[in-house]
């Protein structure tokens, strides 16, 4: 069984351009590089992963494409472009000559417009990713869901996958109106769901594996062993337990799905949502 950690971060740590990682988070206040996740990967039995933007620049994606060229086991990049641009096919094109670029994402959740992804030049960016093959990351806050499932109507056959199960608020055992809405996302066949960031959303020092198993119910449930995959979201997750304990509790949920199901959801999705053909 093949297996890819489908979310991971890469960077050399700038406390001004990252200030996102703020001091409860000083943990990984530090530069994080393949040399540091390749033996994790080992250990862990991981084959490959896709290295996604943590920082909204075109300098981070030419950063993110240099390690994938010289790192065989990082398979695929999700990087950023400015899908409002007036020149944003110019991108594209430019972008579709690295084999190792396989979609993009924005940082909605971080967006004072909670419904960015809505208006007419973010659609039209969203667009064009199509025809470029190119698959797009979610990457959204609860209350942005009900904008999503406007969102992904729109286009049915882009290839889209939310991260991170849209971050409920564990800690806050905040479920119902985060399933109903991520439930409704789910109904289109074009929408995928990373399994991944959980810990970050539940209490870092204090959590239980059954914290999580409601939510983990809802998304499997909703989104069936097809379209589910497993991300890390290292060295994110550091702050919350670490990679060990992170994927120590979605091993032990995903043992109750049958061998096929877990093939798919520890390898095969990844592999075929991003088309990791090296």
């Known amino acids: 069984m093949k297996k890819i950690d489908s979310h991971q971060h890469f960077w050399r740590f700038d406390p001004v351009r990252d200030s996102w990682i703020n001091e409860d988070m000083r943990i990984i206040q530090r530069d994080f590089l393949p040399e540091d996740l390749a033996p994790i ?14 920082d909204q620049s075109e300098a981070q994606n030419a950063f993110l494409l240099e390690l994938a060229a010289a790192n065989p086991f990082i398979k695929g990049v999700v ?14 094109d430019f972008y579709k000559g690295f084999d190792k670029m396989k979609g993009f994402r924005h940082v909605l959740q971080g967006e004072e417009d909670r419904s960015l992804m809505l208006k007419s030049e973010f659609k ?20 942005q869901l009900k904008y999503t499932e406007e969102f992904v109507k729109i286009f049915p056959h882009q ?24 439930r409704a996302v789910a109904r289109y066949s074009n929408v995928s769901c990373k399994v991944s960031g959980m810990v970050t959303e539940a209490d870092w020092q204090n959590w239980q594996a059954q914290d999580f198993g409601p939510y983990l ?41 049958s061998t096929h199901e877990q093939q798919l959801f520890w390898g095969t999705n990844a592999i075929d949502f991003y088309n990791l053909t090296n």
């Open 159 to 182: 290839r889209f996958v939310i991260d991170h199960i849209a971050k409920p608020n564990i800690k806050g055992k905040d479920l119902n109106e985060w399933a109903k809405d991520i």
């Open 217 to 257: 119910d809802v998304v499997f449930e909703a989104f069936s062993a097809r379209r589910v995959m497993f991300g890390s979201d290292w060295p994110v997750c550091e702050v919350a337990g670490g990679y060990q304990k992170m994927i120590g509790l979605v091993q032990n949920y995903t043992s109750r799905l």
């Open 79 to 92: 990087g950023w472009v400015d899908l409002r641009a007036d020149n944003i096919k110019d991108s594209l």
């Open 124 to 143: 039209r960016g969203i667009s064009l990713l199509e025809d470029y093959e190119f698959t797009y990351d979610i990457l959204i806050y609860p209350d």
């Open 41 to 54: 990967l080992k250990e862990n039995k991981i084959d490959g992963c896709v290295a996604v933007q943590a």
